[in-house]
C-alpha cells in the first residue's frame, strides 16, 4: 500500500473484543432469602459498580473494574440477608 500520509495506523486497545450487554449493566437484581432485593448500580459517573440491599441498606463497592465482583457479592448478600423489603 502506498504512503497516504503522515499518520500511522495505530492498534485501538480500547475497541471491544467481547460483546458487551448493556442492559445488563443496569439491571440484575438478586432477591434475599428475607424478600428483599440487592441491586447493581453505577454512579452514572465513573461506571464503578456496586450493590445496594433495599432491605437492610447496606452498600458494597468492590472497585473499579470488578463488576463480577459486584454481582458475587451481592448474590452473596442475598442468600444471608434477613432484612425484609421495603414497600
Ligand atoms: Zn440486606
Known amino acids: 500500500m502506498a504512503y497516504t ?7 485501538d486497545d480500547e475497541a ?3 460483546p458487551v450487554r448493556l442492559t445488563d449493566q443496569f439491571k440484575r437484581a438478586y432477591a434475599t432469602v ?6 447493581r448500580y453505577t454512579d452514572g459517573r465513573t461506571d464503578e459498580p456496586f450493590w445496594r440491599c433495599t432491605g437492610c441498606g447496606r ?27 421495603r414497600g
Not at 500520509?5 to 492498534?11: F, K, L, P, T, V
Not at 428475607?34 to 441491586?39: D, F, L, R, S, T
Not at 452498600?59 to 423489603?85: I, L, M, S, V, Y
Request: proline share 5%; with cysteine.
Open 5 to 11: 500520509g503522515g499518520y500511522a495506523i495505530e492498534r
Open 16 to 18: 471491544p473484543t467481547h
Open 34 to 39: 428475607g424478600g428483599a432485593e440487592v441491586e
Open 59 to 85: 452498600t458494597g463497592a468492590p472497585g473499579f473494574g470488578w463488576d463480577e465482583k459486584a454481582h458475587e457479592q451481592a448474590n452473596a448478600h442475598a442468600g444471608e440477608c434477613r432484612a425484609k423489603g
